[in-house]
């Protein structure tokens, strides 16, 4: 099993940034992909970003042009360098991890709240 902890995020103000920071542990070995979810209030859950070694990077339009997605292997760590906040950014940030053992599957963090004021 992998397990995801995610931290960084905080209350900023519009035009303001953050660094959120997932770590990756158990068997992460296994992992092929990772990405960042995030979870309006009121809305569904929709991919801000993803990164794999096969496919790059791939972003939302919405994130595209400031945030950043970037993996460090050596220490199991995902981050999400995001600039520009705006409000609509508001919500709750998870991390996923793509994997194979076995079979396929998909898992991820608890969460961290992202609260961008205007």
């Known amino acids: 099993q992998v397990q995801l902890v995610e931290s960084g995020g905080d209350l900023v103000q519009s035009g303001g940034s953050l660094r959120l920071s997932c770590t990756a542990s158990g068997m992460s070995n296994t992992i092929n992909a990772m990405g960042w979810e995030r979870q309006a209030p009121g809305k569904e859950r929709e991919l801000v970003a993803h990164i794999s070694t096969d496919r790059g990077t791939d972003y939302a339009d919405s994130a595209k042009g400031r945030f950043t997605i970037s993996r460090n292997y050596a220490n199991n760590a995902l981050y999400l360098q995001m600039n520009n906040l705006k409000p609509e950014d508001t919500g709750v940030y998870y991390c996923?991890?793509?994997?194979?053992?076995?079979?396929?599957?998909?898992?991820w963090g608890q969460g961290t709240q992202v609260t961008v004021s205007s």
């Open positions: 996923y991890a793509d994997g194979f053992y076995y079979s396929n599957y998909r898992t």
